[in-house]
């Protein structure tokens, strides 16, 4: 039941004998005690009160959820300190993700070092990829500090000189290699083809042909040693030399060391990462005692490297069965005549 006004003068309010005097119109906030206003049972029962739930105070952890209930915190706040704790960092964590080196190897001798070594850096030929110049290669001083964090400690120290010379030796050869498959590939499938047709021994008379001056040079953006993962290309070749030692006799033992390198390509103004594999082999020294080092150097096995790594070899073992340098230099039709 509501209340209703003609005009905008107010009028008397007439209420029954006995009833609470009421406010005028203009408060229309009825009497806290008619019964006619209270809703369900408290019109019923009046002079009964509703009992009030307590209120849970927040624990001074600051957790949300009262501890007084008695669901409790689902969280062990006795173990929350021992969670917060700073565990011990795993020597993965501690090296830089872009070489997987020590970010601050020392020039200073180690402890205990028997002999001293240098500390010049010798630059390399590969570009990086954050565009500010070329790879540095460690010093034999730094080389050796690694490897003792590594945990060789029976390095011997007399020949780190010459593991660092090895090691900026490969990896220029290395990436030549990659050079070789960028060349190729870098301007598309096509392109490569047209390159990989007349087989390895034409190819660079063929990227000479189809050099472009305005061509983005490829750069290292970041590599990966990865030793104790084989590759399975690594692997096939020691079932291979098994059973064929007589041609694959060199593959039985298997690769002393595995690189992952992630190289940025230019695919019409944007950058792609390109991941090659690397396995290093060793083979048997020379007369003259120098050691002698093979590099296996292509596209991981991706849907685009799978494609280039075909189109290069594919090409290349195709010339040669259909004798393709004989037939340039006497290209009689496939069928003659017979008259």
């Known amino acids: 039941m509501g209340w209703f006004w003609a005009d905008s003068t107010p009028t008397a309010v007439h209420v029954p004998m006995g009833h609470p005097p009421v406010s005028a119109p203009g408060g229309r906030e009825p009497p806290s005690g008619c019964p006619m206003h209270k809703k369900t049972l408290d019109a019923i029962n009046p002079t009964e009160t509703k009992p009030q739930k307590p209120v849970d105070i927040p624990a001074a952890s600051g957790c949300p959820v009262p501890h007084a209930a008695p669901s409790g915190c689902p969280v062990p706040h006795d173990a929350r300190a021992a969670v917060n704790e700073e565990k011990p960092k795993s020597l993965i964590s501690q090296l830089n993700p872009l070489n ?190 120098d050691p002698v080092f093979y590099l296996d150097v292509r596209p991981a096995m991706t849907p685009q490297g799978a494609a280039e790594r075909i189109i290069r070899w594919g090409s290349d073992v195709w010339w040669r069965a259909i004798g393709g340098d004989r037939r340039e230099q006497d290209p009689s039709p496939l069928f003659r005549s017979s008259s």
């Not at 028997?114 to 290669?137: H, V």
């Not at 047709?197 to 034409?202: L, N, S, T």
């Not at 594999?277 to 005692?289: C, K, N, R, T």
Request: hydrophobic fraction near 30%; aromatic fraction near 12%.
């Open 100 to 289: 997987y080196m020590f970010p601050d190897l020392s020039q200073k001798p180690a402890n205990n070092q028997t002999q001293a070594l240098p500390t010049e850096r010798d630059p390399s030929s590969i570009p990086k990829g954050t565009g500010d110049g070329n790879w540095e290669y460690p010093s034999p001083q730094q080389m050796y500090n690694a490897l003792l964090r590594k945990g060789y400690t029976d390095t011997d120290i007399t020949a780190v000189e010459g593991m660092v010379h090895v090691h900026n030796h490969l990896n220029e050869g290395a990436w030549m290699e990659v050079l070789g498959w960028e060349n190729r590939f870098s301007r598309g499938l096509y392109n490569g083809w047209q390159i990989c047709k007349r087989g390895e021994d034409h190819a660079d008379e063929e990227m000479d042909r189809q050099w472009d001056a305005n061509e983005t040079q490829p750069t290292l953006v970041r590599f990966q040693g990865r030793p104790k993962d084989m590759t399975p290309k690594a692997a096939m070749l020691q079932v291979l030399g098994w059973i064929y030692p007589s041609k694959y006799g060199h593959s039985i033992d298997p690769p002393f060391d595995r690189h992952d390198w992630y190289v940025s390509r230019d695919i019409n103004g944007a950058q792609k990462q390109i991941r090659y594999v690397i396995d290093f082999y060793s083979g048997d020294p020379e007369p003259s005692g």
